[in-house]
């Protein structure tokens, strides 16, 4: 990416035009898109166009069509909906449309049009550009073009990027929005959760998604749901509804005292008629007696600010559309940007629109595996786990072959902590396994605090953050003989570590006391948590989005009132290790004018361009609006430029253009509530480590079993390298690697993975905050 970025387009002499719309239904992130696109393409030598109003602004063409420059979008990442506009356009669905929306981009010199919308907006995109030929012609012939205009423009240029918070895209994993969407609803739902609870009451809650069931899915996951309706999988069995009023009335004798059920506004039953959420409220009040609420979450879903994700999404993709439209041949088809195994990638936009179509498709002909299957790989593998930790199998634990699994929390708190532990709570638990849950960390098993847990000791964690276990850094070494010997006395068989760095050393520490101590010779999992994101193994750990998303808050205060008081820097220092993670994506999502890393360092040569770059871009402020600007520091950027050394040399230089405040976030980053994201990720590294215990504890039993502290369930020795291993989350996949091959890819000393995957997104951020300088 860094090649490319600042190399100028050659368009055979003339300055390409670049068009970016939005339509369709608005989407967070839209705007952080159109600014990659803007930014992206005004570095890259050519001039940038905004469509208002979606296709309407094509068709009606004049103002609607407007240049952009650098500062045009300044402010746009924080900003929910599309600030240029989205509309329904009945005229572009008709020739007459797209014959005027030609003869206006062709009028304006436009070469390239980039589309950001869902599957409709990429529908029409495509029609458009198949039928392009056909349209100059018809428009030469009616002499509405020159045959020389024509000909100047005779290939359209189109890329899709999929703005559609309902993530029903095929051919990418997630779309623009979703991910916020999630978040409101997420933010919904937890705050009827606690009225629920109140008042023991059930609530039915619809969410948004004609065709695709992702939001309410991901939405029942994150919330701890009691159930979900999606179109892609309607309930099985004629007698559904007395199944289901079973399970609930089961949950309600256990001591739940809240029944959440969320209905996707486009569920079906396998008949294909609608499942309301007036037929779920019906259900619940008429069969069950409950005090049954409805609440119908409608456009609150669609607003505000965008999260992180969308944030960078939108930005990443703008930025790659760009380049997709300087690399565009007319034997090359459409590209739409998706994103896939987390990377951005480029597809064949005809390919994705038939794709998504057949979706719908499936499920008018009943086949519901295929709908399932046409989603993306984790979609499936999430329903079942959804399902797997919602309904308590009614003979839980205790049995023959149960494993007993401890549970520790290690290092500092991070969001998706407790969502993990109670993941492997009740999905052990329904496994038949005895899951204990270690207190306060290795102090704390040192000292014998192990406890039994239940289904219902975890009802409620997966909203919570911190550590309701409780957690600190201590590491076994404490006391290993103790650890031994408590994991004996408790005859643990397998052990899940839910922590950071610490538990990731913890872990290689009882792996070589293996041959002092047998009691350590069992499965174990490491499943990252930490703010830090700094665990090798693994491109995500739980807490990291929290924590992202906690910064961008502030960040976003900060720089609103660094705006208003004009002329203000403001130095942000964040967490991170020696790892740049936290402040390199959340620097992106903020728009930040600099970003200092431990990777990179701070010197003296770095400041003085920084002092340069402010000093240019306050100048050339307009007058009476000089912007508020934010620099994140990552604390270990530097011994020596500590964050009261770079805003005072910032200060001292900047003269009386501008001045500089310091902000230190400090434990404000740990976040309150688990973002969604974390919240799923939790689900789904918990459940895929209580599978990887099983299959280890089973592979040791067979090779060898002289183990003398097991005395029930399953013998459990297994002294295989492989059965230690960190749960990681790769593209989109869940892997396990053994600590002790992780090491190589370690570095120990700085306490984080030796490779980071996210240095392109530091050079994007540098891009488009105007920081050629530091591209060179
Ligand atoms: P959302 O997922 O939010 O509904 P969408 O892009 O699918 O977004 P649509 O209303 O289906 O939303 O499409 C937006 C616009 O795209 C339409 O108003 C129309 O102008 C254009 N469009 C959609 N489908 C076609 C088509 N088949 N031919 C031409 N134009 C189309």
Same mark, same amino acid.
Not at 66 to 75: E, L
Not at 77 to 86: A, M, R, Y
């Given at each position: 990416?860094?090649?490319?970025?600042?190399?100028?387009?050659?368009?055979?002499g003339?300055?390409?035009?670049i068009?970016?719309?939005?339509?369709?239904?608005?989407?967070?992130?839209?705007?952080?898109?159109v600014?990659?696109?803007v930014?992206?393409?005004i570095?890259?030598?050519?001039?940038?166009?905004?469509?208002?109003?979606g296709?309407?602004g094509?068709v009606?063409?004049?103002?609607m069509i407007?240049?952009?420059?650098?500062?045009?979008?300044?402010?746009y990442?924080?900003?929910?909906?599309?600030?240029?506009?989205?509309a329904?356009?009945?005229?572009?669905r008709?020739?007459p449309?797209?014959?005027?929306?030609?003869k206006?981009m062709?009028?304006e010199?436009i070469?390239?049009?980039?589309?950001?919308?869902?599957?409709?907006?990429?529908?029409?995109a495509?029609?458009?550009r198949s039928?392009w030929p056909?349209l100059?012609?018809?428009?030469?012939?009616?002499?509405?073009?020159?045959k020389e205009e024509?000909?100047?423009?005779?290939?359209?240029n189109i890329?899709?990027l999929?703005g559609?918070?309902d993530?029903?895209?095929?051919?990418?994993?997630?779309t623009i929005?979703?991910v916020?969407c999630?978040h409101?609803i997420?933010?919904?739902?937890?705050?009827?959760?606690?009225?629920a609870?109140?008042?023991?009451?059930?609530?039915?809650?619809e969410?948004m998604?004609r065709?695709?069931?992702?939001?309410?899915?991901m939405?029942?996951?994150a919330t701890g749901?009691?159930f979900?309706?999606?179109?892609?999988r309607?309930?099985?069995g004629?007698?559904?509804?007395?199944n289901?009023c079973?399970e609930?009335?089961?949950?309600?004798d256990?001591?739940?005292r809240?029944?959440?059920?969320?209905?996707?506004?486009g569920?079906i039953d396998?008949n294909?008629k609608?499942?309301t959420?007036k037929?779920?409220m019906?259900l619940l009040?008429?069969r069950?007696?409950?005090?049954?609420r409805?609440t119908?979450?409608?456009?609150v879903?669609r607003?505000?600010?965008?999260?992180?994700?969308?944030?960078?999404?939108a930005?990443m993709?703008?930025?790659?559309?760009?380049?997709?439209?300087?690399?565009?041949?007319?034997?090359?088809?459409?590209?739409?940007?998706?994103?896939?195994?987390?990377?951005i990638?480029r597809?064949?936009?005809?390919k994705?629109?038939?794709l998504?179509?057949?979706?719908?498709?499936?499920i008018?002909?009943?086949?519901?595996?295929?709908a399932?299957?046409?989603?993306?790989?984790?979609f499936?593998?999430?329903?079942?786990q959804?399902m797997?930790?919602?309904?308590?199998?009614?003979?839980?634990?205790?049995?023959?072959?149960?494993?007993?699994?401890?549970?520790?929390?290690?290092?500092?708190?991070?969001? *998706?902590?407790?969502a =993990?532990?109670? +993941?492997a709570?009740r999905y052990?638990r329904? %496994?038949?396994?005895? /899951?204990?849950?270690?207190?306060?960390?290795?102090?704390?098993l040192?000292?014998g605090?192990v406890k039994?847990m239940?289904?219902?000791d975890?009802?409620g964690?997966?909203?919570h953050?911190?550590s309701?276990?409780g957690?600190?850094r201590?590491?076994?070494?404490?006391?290993?003989?103790?650890v031994?010997?408590?994991?004996?006395?408790?005859?643990?068989q397998?052990?899940?570590l839910? *922590?950071?760095?610490? =538990?990731?050393t +913890?872990c290689?520490?009882?792996?070589?006391? %293996?041959?002092?101590? /047998?009691?350590?010779c069992?499965p174990?999992v490491?499943i990252?948590a930490?703010i830090?994101n700094?665990?090798?193994?693994?491109?995500?750990?739980?807490g990291?989005?929290t924590s992202?998303?906690?910064?961008?808050?502030s960040?976003?205060?900060?720089?609103?009132?660094?705006?208003?008081?004009?002329?203000?820097?403001f130095?942000?220092?964040?967490?991170?290790?020696?790892?740049?993670f936290l402040?390199?994506?959340?620097?992106? +999502?903020v728009g930040?004018?600099s970003?200092?890393i431990?990777?990179?360092?701070?010197?003296?040569?770095?400041?003085?361009?920084?002092?340069?770059?402010?000093?240019q871009?306050?100048a050339?402020?307009?007058?009476?609006?000089?912007?508020?600007?934010v620099?994140?520091?990552?604390?270990?950027a530097s011994?020596?430029?500590?964050?009261?050394?770079?805003?005072?040399?910032?200060?001292?230089?900047?003269?009386?253009?501008?001045?500089s405040?310091?902000?230190?976030?400090?434990?404000?980053?740990?976040g309150n509530?688990p973002?969604p994201?974390d919240?799923v990720?939790?689900m789904?590294?918990?459940?895929?480590?209580?599978d990887?215990i099983?299959?280890?504890?089973?592979?040791g039993?067979?090779?060898?079993?002289t183990?003398?502290?097991?005395?029930?369930?399953?013998?459990?020795?297994n002294k295989?390298?492989e059965?230690?291993?960190?749960a990681?989350?790769?593209g989109?996949?869940?892997?396990f690697?053994s600590?002790?091959?992780?090491l190589?890819?370690?570095?120990?000393?700085?306490?984080?993975?030796a490779?980071?995957?996210?240095m392109?997104?530091?050079?994007?951020?540098n891009?488009?905050?105007?920081?050629?300088?530091?591209l060179?």
């Open positions: 990416l860094a090649d490319h970025l600042l190399k100028v387009d050659d368009n055979g003339r300055r390409r035009k068009a970016i719309l939005t339509s369709g239904g608005d989407a967070p992130g839209m705007n952080a898109a600014r990659g696109v930014r992206a393409a570095a890259r030598g050519c001039d940038a166009y905004a469509v208002h109003e296709y309407q094509l009606d063409g004049g103002h407007k240049k952009m420059g650098w500062d045009d979008v300044q402010g990442l924080s900003t929910g909906g599309t600030v240029i506009g989205t329904r356009c009945k005229a572009f008709e020739r449309g797209r014959l005027q929306a030609a206006n062709v009028k010199g070469d390239a049009l980039i589309v950001c919308g869902g599957d409709g907006s990429l529908t029409g495509d029609l458009f039928e056909s100059l012609k018809e428009l030469v012939s009616a002499g509405e073009l020159t024509a000909d100047n423009f005779s290939h359209l890329v899709g999929v559609s918070i993530n029903d895209m095929s051919s990418t994993d997630i929005g979703a916020t999630l409101r997420c933010e919904s739902i937890d705050s009827i959760s606690s009225t609870s109140s008042h023991s009451r059930a609530f039915v809650v969410v998604g065709h695709c069931g992702w939001l309410a899915l939405a029942g996951i749901a009691d979900i309706f999606i179109p892609e309607p309930p099985s004629e007698d559904w509804q007395d289901m079973a609930i009335k089961r949950h309600r256990l001591g739940k809240k029944t959440i059920v969320i209905v996707c506004e569920a396998s294909l609608p499942i959420s037929d779920m019906d009040t008429d069950l007696h409950l005090d049954t409805m119908i979450l409608g456009h879903q607003g505000g600010t965008p999260c992180v994700f969308d944030r960078n999404l930005t993709q703008g930025v790659e559309a760009v380049e997709a439209v300087l690399d565009s041949r007319p034997d090359i088809p459409s590209p739409m940007i998706g994103m896939n195994e987390n990377k990638t597809t064949d936009l005809m994705a629109v038939a998504t179509g057949e979706v719908a498709k499936a008018a002909r009943k086949d519901f595996i295929g399932m299957d046409l989603r993306d790989p984790a499936n593998q999430q329903y079942e959804f797997a930790t919602t309904l308590a199998n009614s003979e839980e634990g205790d049995k023959k072959e149960s494993l007993r699994i401890g549970i520790i929390n290690v290092g500092a708190p991070a969001g *998706g902590m407790n =993990a532990v109670r +993941a709570v052990a329904n %496994r038949g396994h005895i /899951p204990f849950g270690i207190q306060n960390g290795f102090p704390g040192i000292a605090q039994e239940k289904w219902m975890v009802d964690w997966i909203a953050g911190g309701e276990l957690t600190n201590d590491q076994p070494s404490l006391d290993l003989g103790m031994s010997y408590q994991l004996q006395k408790f005859n643990i397998s052990l899940l839910i *922590g950071g760095f610490e =538990a990731y +913890a290689l520490e009882m792996y070589n006391a %293996r041959n002092v101590y /047998p009691a350590f069992m174990m490491h990252p930490t830090s700094n665990v090798p193994g693994t491109e995500f750990s739980l990291c989005d992202l998303n906690a910064i961008m808050e960040c976003d205060a900060i720089k609103q009132s660094a705006t208003a008081s004009r002329k203000r820097v130095v942000v220092e964040v967490h991170g290790g020696k790892s740049g402040a390199v994506m959340s620097g992106l +999502a930040a004018t970003v200092y431990p990777e990179e360092g701070i010197n003296l040569e770095r400041l003085q361009k920084d002092v340069n770059h402010l000093c871009r306050y050339e402020d307009a007058e009476g609006k000089s912007q508020g600007r620099i994140i520091r990552s604390e270990a011994k020596t430029y500590s964050t009261d050394i770079v805003s005072a040399i910032i200060k001292e230089e900047g003269h009386q253009q501008f001045d405040r310091t902000a230190i976030l400090g434990h404000i980053q740990q509530s973002s994201l919240r990720r939790a789904r590294l918990a459940i895929c480590s209580i990887f099983e299959e280890h504890a089973c592979a039993s067979s090779a060898s079993s183990a003398s502290h097991v005395s029930t369930g399953p013998a459990v020795y295989d390298p059965s230690i291993a960190v990681g989350i790769q989109s996949n869940v892997s690697t600590v002790e091959g992780l190589k890819d370690t570095d120990l000393k700085n306490r984080k993975p490779q980071t995957w996210w392109d997104y530091k050079r994007t951020g891009l488009l905050a105007h920081r050629f300088d530091l060179k």
